[in-house]
């Protein structure tokens, strides 16, 4: 009796919260374990390759635009992610070939986001030199997020801090302390002990869906010290990465400097993984990179690209494909992101980011032709090959036939929206009076990857159909390559 209370307890909170349980049982295997300069997974090689999709666990929600009263001119309006639509993204992810994902870092709280109406996951200490305070909201998205890739077998590697102030980084956390900008970097100042106490918060914390502590999650492939952390000293990188495999033995540990390589992090018993990123702007977004920083680690550890892109297709390509197969006396790069994804908007379309003044744009997956002017296909193509090589493949599998959509209500005058299937490529309509048996077919080909997608103003479908009175109901089928999926649900309308 004890047992099926205890089962009914758990539906009920499933109902309530409108997402399945998640049981404390791993649905992976092994931690990702380094040898040299290779990955593993058992006994597998690991290497991945991917679009970088840094907001799992955060929303920049770019069709509000920025908001004017934050001072520093581009402060952006933010938001935590659905439970739906975080496995959304991580289901889009993992169907469309990717093993593993790097996301952004953890945001630190700015004096104006109050009056921007966003929240952050570090919030400041609540004594003068005491220690960082986790938010609590924002670190449930996060247990949601390693839970959802442990359920989908999606490998993460979690940055701590940003040398950046876009989301609230080393700055904002010297702020708690009154400290100067570059503290972060000093190994005696408060603003480092403060950083040291987040790491220790994050790595320790238990996961409020899985019941496991984060060191015990075996999707977390790695922790990275930090995000383009281009003033990193060898002093910075050795302690830190000694605090983070106190705490976490068994989870890998990426040095994220930024530019330069620290050649003191090639013989760090506790640095597993050699990040380097690539932009135009830094005249290192080359295949020529990897050859040099290869030469550079000699095998000693193992090589990642954690960002590249904002660039021609061409360009990524000619970077990919050295990222696949270049190879130094047995050494090759483990895994790639080109920078970035974002995905389905759980009200209908997808987010979107604007980047280089609108010169690029994020990808959707699986790829759209509204994107072409962005060359979204051919990005999506380049990676997906990168994937099937990596593999060991000749030839990309087809994607999976795709889930159903979610159709939401009907408005009064007749707009369709729907949360997108994760590998969805275009979309059938149909429709049919209450008084008929059978569906009609009112439009196919319906595309949601529309980028810069306003939910205030767009719409996925509009029915113009001059209808007479009566009821009306309606369901969407998501199409790919691959075939087509079950009908979404059903939503009804009555017309007068």
Same mark, same amino acid.
């Given at each position: 009796?004890?047992?099926?209370?205890?089962?009914?307890?758990?539906?009920?909170?499933?109902?309530?919260?409108?997402?399945?349980?998640?049981?404390?049982?791993?649905?992976?295997?092994?931690?990702?374990?380094?040898?040299?300069?290779?990955?593993?997974?058992?006994?597998?090689?690991?290497?991945?390759?991917?679009?970088?999709?840094?907001?799992?666990?955060?929303?920049?929600?770019?069709?509000?635009?920025?908001?004017?009263?934050?001072?520093?001119?581009?402060?952006?309006?933010?938001?935590?992610?659905?439970?739906?639509?975080?496995?959304?993204?991580?289901?889009?992810?993992?169907?469309?070939?990717?093993?593993?994902?790097?996301?952004?870092?953890?945001?630190?709280?700015?004096?104006?986001?109050?009056?921007?109406?966003?929240?952050?996951?570090?919030?400041?200490?609540?004594?003068?030199?005491?220690?960082?305070?986790?938010?609590?909201?924002?670190?449930?998205?996060?247990?949601?997020?390693?839970?959802?890739?442990?359920?989908?077998?999606?490998?993460?590697?979690?940055?701590?801090?940003?040398?950046?102030?876009?989301?609230?980084?080393?700055?904002?956390?010297?702020?708690?302390?009154?400290?100067?900008?570059?503290?972060?970097?000093?190994?005696?100042?408060?603003?480092?002990?403060?950083?040291?106490?987040?790491?220790?918060?994050?790595?320790?914390?238990?996961?409020?869906?899985?019941?496991?502590?984060? #060191?015990?999650?075996?999707?977390?492939?790695?922790? =990275? @010290? &930090?995000?383009?952390?281009?003033? +990193?000293? *060898?002093?910075?990188?050795?302690?830190?990465?000694?605090?983070?495999?106190?705490?976490?033995?068994?989870?890998?540990?990426?040095?994220?400097?930024?530019?330069?390589?620290?050649?003191?992090?090639?013989?760090?018993?506790?640095?597993?993984?050699?990040?380097?990123?690539?932009?135009?702007?830094?005249?290192?977004?080359?295949?020529?990179?990897?050859?040099?920083?290869?030469?550079?680690?000699?095998?000693?550890?193992?090589?990642?690209?954690?960002?590249?892109?904002?660039?021609?297709?061409?360009?990524?390509?000619?970077?990919?494909?050295?990222?696949?197969?270049?190879?130094?006396?047995?050494?090759?790069?483990?895994?790639? #992101?080109?920078?970035?994804?974002?995905?389905?908007? =759980? @009200? &209908?379309?997808?987010?979107?980011? +604007?980047? *280089?003044?609108?010169?690029?744009?994020?990808?959707?997956?699986?790829?759209?032709?509204?994107?072409?002017?962005?060359?979204?296909?051919?990005?999506?193509?380049?990676?997906?090959?990168?994937?099937?090589?990596?593999?060991?493949?000749?030839?990309?599998?087809?994607?999976?036939?795709?889930?159903?959509?979610?159709?939401?209500?009907?408005?009064?005058?007749?707009?369709?929206?729907?949360?997108?299937?994760?590998?969805?490529?275009?979309?059938?309509?149909?429709?049919?009076?209450?008084?008929?048996?059978?569906?009609?077919?009112?439009?196919?080909?319906?595309?949601?990857?529309?980028?810069?997608?306003?939910?205030?103003?767009?719409?996925?479908?509009?029915?113009?159909?001059?209808?007479?009175? &009566?009821?009306?109901?309606?369901?969407?089928?998501?199409?790919?390559?691959?075939?087509?999926?079950?009908?979404?649900?059903?939503?009804?309308?009555?017309?007068?």
């Amino acid at each position: 009796m004890k047992i099926l209370l205890c089962i009914f307890i758990l539906c009920l909170t499933s109902c309530i919260s409108g997402h399945a349980p998640i049981t404390s049982q791993q649905n992976i295997e092994n931690f990702i374990t380094r040898q040299g300069h290779q990955l593993f997974d058992g006994e597998q090689p690991f290497r991945f390759a991917g679009i970088h999709a840094p907001e799992l666990h955060r929303i920049e929600d770019d069709a509000k635009g920025k908001c004017a009263a934050d001072r520093r001119s581009w402060g952006q309006y933010f938001k935590w992610p659905s439970y739906t639509e975080q496995e959304n993204w991580i289901k889009a992810l993992v169907r469309t070939g990717h093993k593993a994902m790097r996301i952004y870092v953890l945001s630190v709280a700015h004096p104006d986001d109050a009056v921007c109406q966003r929240q952050t996951h570090i919030l400041n200490p609540a004594t003068v030199d005491g220690s960082p305070r986790l938010n609590e909201e924002a670190m449930v998205v996060y247990d949601q997020m390693i839970a959802l890739a442990s359920k989908h077998k999606l490998r993460l590697i979690l940055p701590f801090i940003d040398h950046w102030q876009w989301w609230g980084g080393r700055q904002q956390l010297a702020a708690f302390y009154n400290e100067n900008l570059d503290a972060l970097y000093d190994t005696q100042s408060k603003t480092y002990q403060g950083y040291l106490d987040i790491i220790q918060q994050v790595i320790t914390r238990k996961n409020t869906l899985t019941g496991r502590h984060y #060191f015990e999650e075996k999707a977390i492939m790695a922790w =990275e @010290t &930090g995000n383009e952390l281009k003033l +990193s000293t *060898s002093e910075f990188v050795s302690q830190t990465a000694a605090h983070i495999k106190a705490l976490a033995p068994q989870q890998l540990v990426v040095d994220g400097t930024y530019l330069q390589l620290l050649p003191s992090s090639l013989d760090d018993p506790n640095v597993d993984i050699i990040s380097n990123h690539f932009y135009t702007v830094n005249n290192n977004n080359k295949p020529q990179t990897i050859k040099d920083n290869l030469a550079f680690i000699s095998g000693k550890k193992a090589y990642m690209v954690g960002e590249f892109g904002l660039a021609p297709a061409q360009q990524l390509e000619d970077i990919m494909r050295t990222a696949v197969h270049y190879e130094l006396n047995g050494a090759q790069t483990v895994g790639a #992101f080109i920078w970035g994804f974002r995905g389905h908007r =759980e @009200t &209908g379309g997808f987010y979107w980011h +604007s980047e *280089s003044n609108g010169a690029h744009y994020s990808y959707h997956l699986p790829g759209f032709s509204d994107g072409d002017f962005n060359q979204e296909r051919e990005v999506v193509s380049i990676v997906r090959n990168a994937q099937a090589n990596m593999n060991g493949l000749q030839h990309v599998p087809p994607l999976p036939i795709p889930e159903p959509p979610v159709l939401h209500r009907v408005s009064e005058d007749l707009k369709l929206n729907w949360l997108g299937s994760p590998t969805g490529q275009h979309y059938r309509i149909e429709r049919k009076n209450t008084l008929n048996q059978s569906w009609t077919v009112i439009a196919q080909q319906i595309s949601d990857g529309k980028n810069k997608f306003d939910p205030l103003v767009d719409d996925l479908f509009v029915d113009t159909s001059e209808l007479s009175s &009566g009821t009306y109901e309606y369901r969407v089928i998501a199409v790919n390559e691959a075939g087509e999926s079950a009908p979404s649900n059903i939503q009804r309308i009555q017309l007068k």
